[in-house]
């Protein structure tokens, strides 16, 4: 069976028609949470700014170019109106599961425990990598996008991105060595 | 990492997160996989990012997800929204934007090999009705019509790497209306002009229309 792509539902979505808004939320919204949720790591927020994200998508639907796929146009107006509420909320307070997630680098008995699961750590330096670097990993490795990609989400040129990647998991691989993991890299 | 130099090292150790993913494109994916097998040290560093992007997919998939009331708000907004204005372009748009979307690589693919074929016979056929024509020289002076069977046309197959997109901003930026399609051949009957008009007006159209990327063949018709 053939799924209708995400150019033709933005077509049909110029014209008015609500059904095909739904079946391109149902396919998208997710993860566009997901991408905001890290940005703004609180759970409600995230949770309004995507309605915000469709209803701009539901608006600027007869604007679609077709320069980008449209997943990539949705992250860059989820990626906006991300930082637009960060910006509104700068002492936005956390909620405790995100917070435990940035919690400092010393060690605890947690993080000791946790070392004996090296994916476990792994994740949790994820974790506290810094936004830039959070965004640009999860977008390569989450949301699977090109180098070329990544530039027109985030604003950036294409050596930039490349770079931004690579001191990105270059920081992971610091944050790794606190926690008792060396890599051998870099 | 002797094998390389420098430069060449770290331009591909830059690209091997996008190598895990599978978003680069043909050339670099075999320049990084051919770098894999001659490098040991660059084939270790790689397993490290296989283990990031295996992680970075688990932790983004501990993240849930929205509740159901999500879609709820969202229809609630797009309802207070003020009445959408019908664009006058949409049916076009989407009719062609869902008529390429609906083939598959490979039927595109055969649909050129056809094209090619088919084109050559009809462009002799066409040539042959010109020419006829040329001798007639007759035109009426007419109102403009609606009527999609009015007008002056031509013939065109759409370039094989030309987007919908493409093709639905050329036939607005240069007022085409499709009259009918796809023929056998990949052709569409687009109509350049609502009213008649004289052969050498059509060929210097057919001309400037040919100029344009998204224009594979293009001859005028009946």
Do not use: C
């Given at each position: 069976m053939q799924t209708t792509s995400d150019e033709v539902l933005i077509a049909r979505i110029a014209g008015g028609d609500r059904l095909a808004m739904q079946v391109l939320f149902a396919r998208h919204h997710v993860r566009v949470y997901r991408f905001v949720l890290r940005l703004v790591r609180n759970e409600a927020t995230a949770e309004d700014l995507i309605s915000d994200v469709f209803l701009d998508v539901w608006r600027q639907a007869g604007k679609f170019e077709g320069r980008s796929a449209v997943s990539t146009w949705m992250l860059s107006i989820a990626r906006f109106k991300a930082l637009s509420a960060l910006r509104r909320k700068p002492e936005q307070e956390l909620d405790e599961e995100t917070a435990e997630q940035i919690e400092d680098h010393a060690d605890n008995p947690e993080v000791a425990l946790a070392k004996k699961d090296k994916a476990a750590v792994l994740r949790k330096a994820l974790s506290k990598l810094s936004a830039e670097h959070r965004e640009i990993v999860d977008l390569v490795y989450y949301h699977e996008k090109s180098v070329e990609e990544v530039a027109g989400i985030v604003g950036i040129p294409e050596a930039t991105v490349k770079t931004r990647m690579f001191y990105a998991r270059k920081k992971l691989s610091e944050i790794l060595k606190e926690q008792g993991i060396d890599r051998g890299w870099p | 990492m002797n094998t390389m130099n420098k430069e060449t090292q770290s331009d591909i150790e830059e690209l091997l997160p996008w190598h895990a993913a599978g978003t680069l494109s043909r050339r670099d994916t075999q320049r990084v996989e051919e770098?894999?097998?001659?490098?040991?040290?660059?084939?270790?560093?790689?397993?490290?990012?296989?283990?990031?992007?295996?992680?970075?997919?688990?932790?983004?998939?501990?993240?849930?997800?929205?509740?159901?009331?999500?879609?709820?708000?969202?229809?609630?907004?797009?309802?207070?929204?003020?009445?959408?204005?019908?664009?006058?372009?949409?049916?076009?748009?989407?009719?062609?934007?869902?008529?390429?979307?609906?083939?598959?690589?490979?039927?595109?693919?055969?649909?050129?090999?056809?094209?090619?074929?088919?084109?050559?016979?009809?462009?002799?056929?066409?040539?042959?009705?010109?020419?006829?024509?040329?001798?007639?020289?007759?035109?009426?002076?007419?109102?403009?019509?609606?009527?999609?069977?009015?007008?002056?046309?031509?013939?065109?197959?759409?370039?094989?790497?030309?987007?919908?997109?493409?093709?639905?901003?050329?036939?607005?930026?240069?007022?085409?209306?499709?009259?009918?399609?796809?023929?056998?051949?990949?052709?569409?009957?687009?109509?350049?002009?609502?009213?008649?008009?004289?052969?050498?007006?059509?060929?210097?159209?057919?001309?400037?229309?040919?100029?344009?990327?998204?224009?594979?063949?293009?001859?005028?018709?009946?």
């Amino acid at each position: 069976m053939q799924t209708t792509s995400d150019e033709v539902l933005i077509a049909r979505i110029a014209g008015g028609d609500r059904l095909a808004m739904q079946v391109l939320f149902a396919r998208h919204h997710v993860r566009v949470y997901r991408f905001v949720l890290r940005l703004v790591r609180n759970e409600a927020t995230a949770e309004d700014l995507i309605s915000d994200v469709f209803l701009d998508v539901w608006r600027q639907a007869g604007k679609f170019e077709g320069r980008s796929a449209v997943s990539t146009w949705m992250l860059s107006i989820a990626r906006f109106k991300a930082l637009s509420a960060l910006r509104r909320k700068p002492e936005q307070e956390l909620d405790e599961e995100t917070a435990e997630q940035i919690e400092d680098h010393a060690d605890n008995p947690e993080v000791a425990l946790a070392k004996k699961d090296k994916a476990a750590v792994l994740r949790k330096a994820l974790s506290k990598l810094s936004a830039e670097h959070r965004e640009i990993v999860d977008l390569v490795y989450y949301h699977e996008k090109s180098v070329e990609e990544v530039a027109g989400i985030v604003g950036i040129p294409e050596a930039t991105v490349k770079t931004r990647m690579f001191y990105a998991r270059k920081k992971l691989s610091e944050i790794l060595k606190e926690q008792g993991i060396d890599r051998g890299w870099p | 990492m002797n094998t390389m130099n420098k430069e060449t090292q770290s331009d591909i150790e830059e690209l091997l997160p996008w190598h895990a993913a599978g978003t680069l494109s043909r050339r670099d994916t075999q320049r990084v996989e051919e770098a894999l097998a001659n490098d040991p040290e660059l084939a270790r560093r790689y397993e490290l990012v296989r283990e990031e992007f295996g992680e970075t997919i688990l932790l983004n998939e501990t993240l849930g997800a929205p509740s159901g009331h999500a879609m709820e708000k969202l229809f609630a907004k797009i309802d207070a929204e003020p009445a959408r204005k019908q664009v006058a372009s949409f049916n076009l748009s989407t009719r062609v934007a869902e008529f390429f979307a609906s083939l598959s690589p490979r039927t595109l693919a055969w649909s050129a090999a056809a094209a090619a074929i088919a084109i050559f016979l009809q462009a002799g056929l066409i040539a042959n009705i010109v020419i006829k024509d040329k001798a007639g020289g007759f035109e009426t002076a007419s109102a403009p019509s609606t009527d999609p069977g009015v007008g002056a046309f031509t013939l065109i197959r759409f370039a094989p790497q030309a987007s919908s997109d493409d093709i639905t901003k050329f036939l607005e930026a240069n007022k085409l209306q499709v009259a009918a399609g796809p023929m056998p051949g990949g052709l569409y009957k687009v109509r350049v002009a609502v009213t008649g008009l004289p052969k050498d007006e059509i060929a210097r159209i057919v001309k400037k229309l040919q100029e344009d990327k998204v224009v594979g063949f293009i001859a005028t018709a009946q």
